[in-house]
């Protein structure tokens, strides 16, 4: 059975990515997002949760890859190539590490944005949304 948009109750999940892999805890995390962890799960409809993830800035990697993935872009300017190793990302903000992994697994379409608004990553262990876990 279908559900409705209106019928969708979502529910918080905190995840601790203290220690864990990066890619296996994002992957898990876009599961949640996307809803597929639902009984009623259908792909045109954002059926997904609320997601925390605390510890952001413990998170762990594996090999070489602190040194060996590089984040590269461009400004649009000339000559404004710009490349950060995955050791500089995480030394400045690793929230957004964190954020750009989840967002690369999530199907890219129309509803990626709303999943993606219900991703909160916090660096340390405190967070506002401590009232809506039971």
Same mark, same amino acid.
């Given at each position: 059975?279908?559900?409705?948009?209106?019928?969708?109750?979502?529910?918080?999940?905190?995840?601790?990515?203290e220690g864990r892999v990066l890619g296996r805890a994002a992957s898990g995390v876009?599961?949640?997002?996307?809803?597929?962890?639902?009984?009623f799960f259908v792909p045109h =409809?954002?059926?997904?949760d609320y997601v925390v993830i605390i510890n952001a800035s413990k998170v +762990? #990697?594996? $090999?070489?890859?602190?040194?060996?993935?590089?984040?590269?872009?461009?400004?649009?300017?000339?000559?404004?190539?710009r490349e950060?190793? =995955?050791?500089?990302r995480l030394?400045?903000?690793?929230?957004?590490?964190?954020?750009? +992994? #989840?967002? $690369?697994?999530?199907?890219?379409n129309k509803l990626r944005r709303n999943r993606l608004r219900r991703l909160k990553v916090f660096s340390g262990s405190n967070h506002p949304y401590s009232d809506k876990f039971d």
């Amino acid at each position: 059975m279908i559900p409705k948009e209106s019928e969708i109750k979502r529910s918080w999940h905190l995840v601790d990515i203290e220690g864990r892999v990066l890619g296996r805890a994002a992957s898990g995390v876009a599961l949640l997002l996307m809803g597929k962890d639902k009984p009623f799960f259908v792909p045109h =409809l954002d059926c997904g949760d609320y997601v925390v993830i605390i510890n952001a800035s413990k998170v +762990a #990697v594996t $090999g070489r890859k602190l040194t060996r993935k590089v984040y590269r872009h461009h400004t649009g300017y000339p000559g404004g190539f710009r490349e950060k190793t =995955l050791a500089e990302r995480l030394k400045g903000d690793s929230r957004v590490v964190i954020m750009a +992994a #989840v967002a $690369g697994m999530l199907p890219k379409n129309k509803l990626r944005r709303n999943r993606l608004r219900r991703l909160k990553v916090f660096s340390g262990s405190n967070h506002p949304y401590s009232d809506k876990f039971d």
